[in-house]
């Protein structure tokens, strides 16, 4: 794609507009960027002359930004906070014989993903890992990753999905809590706090039905976005939470969780490594595949 240098913006021009309108001021814009204020306030009418729109309106001796100014602020956040992080991407990479851009699920990130990426440095060294989390599917155009760990279906745009695993979950809770309400069969979670995953809810109804228990009481209970803090949540004893129990290795050895019922349940979803076009025949990308397809089997 050819690129019109015409419509991109210097850099700095940016930084002056988005430090400008985060003060309210050119002249404390002009102190934090070590400028003068004549240089800002030129910097600002350059952009404005180039998009053809009045960006901030005078009020009481402070620039205030007007609507235009208001809707292209965070596009000008975005586009800054995107380039400092690709320098510091390269400036991470700079001195590595390899780099592998990560992008996988919050939790599965922390809790598996990273204790076991030791030994895969281990085989690989000298390579740098950028590893970040993303919760939803993104366009790899947009963000340089060389590949991502996606929970769903096998459905990814300009990216090939390879299966992984499928995820089992199991009623679980801290020992206290089990101790406090001595569940004898499942149908007695249905009184019990129940703790529920904002993005799944109805795991709790789809276990009872599975289980032979009652739904009627399945929506009620905490809910939360992430499954570490619902994890954190049942450690707490703020409930019983259906969980993947590779997501609670540790909690489970440790003794801080127990499983109340071995009613495991397989989910409708599951676990896959994405890797975008034009990037499948890397030599790393496939080291990596290979390693974590061995290390969830």
Request: with cysteine; proline share 6%.
């Amino acid at each position: 794609m050819k690129l019109s240098r015409r419509l991109i913006p210097d850099v700095t021009t940016l930084q002056a507009f988005e430090c400008a309108a985060r003060h309210g001021s050119f002249t404390q814009a002009a102190h934090e960027l070590n400028l003068t204020q004549s240089a800002v306030s030129r910097q600002i009418k350059d952009l404005e002359d180039q998009l053809g729109v009045l960006l901030f309106e005078r009020v009481r001796q402070r620039v205030v930004l007007s609507e235009d100014g208001r809707r292209f602020l965070p596009e000008v956040r975005k586009l800054l906070y995107q380039t400092e992080e690709t320098m510091l991407r390269a400036m991470s990479a700079a001195r590595s014989d390899h780099s592998l851009s990560i992008a996988t699920l919050p939790t599965f990130g922390s809790r598996w993903l990273t204790p076991r990426i030791p030994a895969f440095l281990a085989e690989h060294p000298g390579t740098v890992l950028n590893i970040a989390s993303r919760s939803a599917p993104f366009d790899f155009d947009e963000e340089n990753f060389d590949l991502a760990i996606h929970y769903g279906q096998p459905v990814w745009a300009r990216a090939a999905c390879s299966y992984l695993c499928s995820e089992t979950i199991l009623p679980a809770a801290s020992p206290a809590l089990i101790g406090e309400f001595a569940p004898k069969e499942p149908g007695a979670l249905a009184s019990a706090p129940l703790l529920h995953l904002a993005t799944r809810p109805k795991l709790w109804a789809e276990w009872f039905e599975l289980a032979g228990g009652t739904t009627e009481t399945a929506y009620r209970g905490h809910r939360f976005d992430q499954f570490s803090m619902v994890i954190e949540s049942a450690v707490a004893g703020l409930g019983f939470a259906l969980l993947p129990k590779y997501l609670i290795e540790q909690e489970l050895q440790t003794g801080r969780l127990a499983i109340v019922f071995d009613r495991p349940m397989e989910t409708e979803n599951s676990y896959y490594l994405v890797v975008p076009e034009g990037k499948q025949e890397n030599a790393l990308t496939q080291s990596f595949r290979a390693w974590i397809t061995m290390q969830v089997r």
